[in-house]
């Protein structure tokens, strides 16, 4: 099997603070007449992100949840693969399993078949705390060295890039993955390969994974 966020505004937040008199140590902070308290503008953020966010607006949730959850599982896959990247496509078959790793990680791995052979598939994903950004560490039956890729996450599609052209099949290639999560139990995944040297471009994996 041959092998790319959400922008974030770091402006400060502007509130009104009041100082409590002396004599009232105890007594809470009240919000003067035109101002809010902090609490009334976090409650108007929440209702203002539930609101944009809703299903049908078609914009990134506020707090996008971390998709390597969505790999543990029994998966059988369907579709094609290039064998080498740019050869004729051929029906492929795979099956693989996602599990968690002690660090946080997810591994999926398993195998693939097509009519000139099967091998061994393998990628580990894992997101960048704190951020919408993800690295992928893939290993193949036809490559010594792991391949490398980072990526971010959209919505429930994850796209990386592969970060240093690789040597297959007498060609220079570098790609992009991209991984769509179709409800819980549905992945489609795809491959595009592109020959460095003389830029020709091809779909080296496009396939659909089902949870068993």
């Known amino acids: 099997m041959p092998v790319s966020g959400t922008n974030r505004d770091d402006g400060a937040d502007h509130m009104w603070q009041r100082v409590t008199p002396v004599n009232q140590p105890d007594s809470a902070p009240r919000s003067m007449p035109g101002q809010w308290t902090v609490k009334q503008v976090g409650a108007l953020g929440a209702l203002i992100c539930l609101f944009l966010f809703a299903p049908g607006f078609g914009v990134q949730p506020c707090f996008a949840d971390d998709l390597t959850d969505l790999f543990e599982g029994q998966w059988t896959g369907n579709g094609t693969i290039r064998p080498n990247g ?43 705390p704190g951020t919408e950004r993800y690295e992928v560490e893939a290993r193949l039956p036809d490559l010594v060295q792991p391949v490398r890729l980072r990526g971010t996450a959209r919505g429930r599609t994850l796209t990386f890039s592969i970060l240093k052209p690789l040597k297959q099949s007498g060609r220079t290639v570098t790609g992009r993955i991209k991984i769509r999560f179709d409800g819980a139990n549905s992945m489609n995944m795809t ?22």
Not at 92 to 106: D, E, F, H, P, W
Not at 110 to 120: E, K
Not at 199 to 212: L, W
């Open 86 to 128: 740019f050869d004729a496509p051929e029906k492929a078959r795979c099956k693989v399993a996602g599990t968690r790793l002690a660090s946080g990680a997810a591994r999926f791995a398993g195998r693939c078949a097509t009519v000139s052979g099967s091998g061994a598939i393998g990628m580990t994903i894992r997101r960048v």
């Open 191 to 212: 491959q595009t390969a592109r020959d460095v040297a003389t830029g020709e471009r091809a779909r080296a994996v496009s396939m659909v994974f089902e949870k068993r």
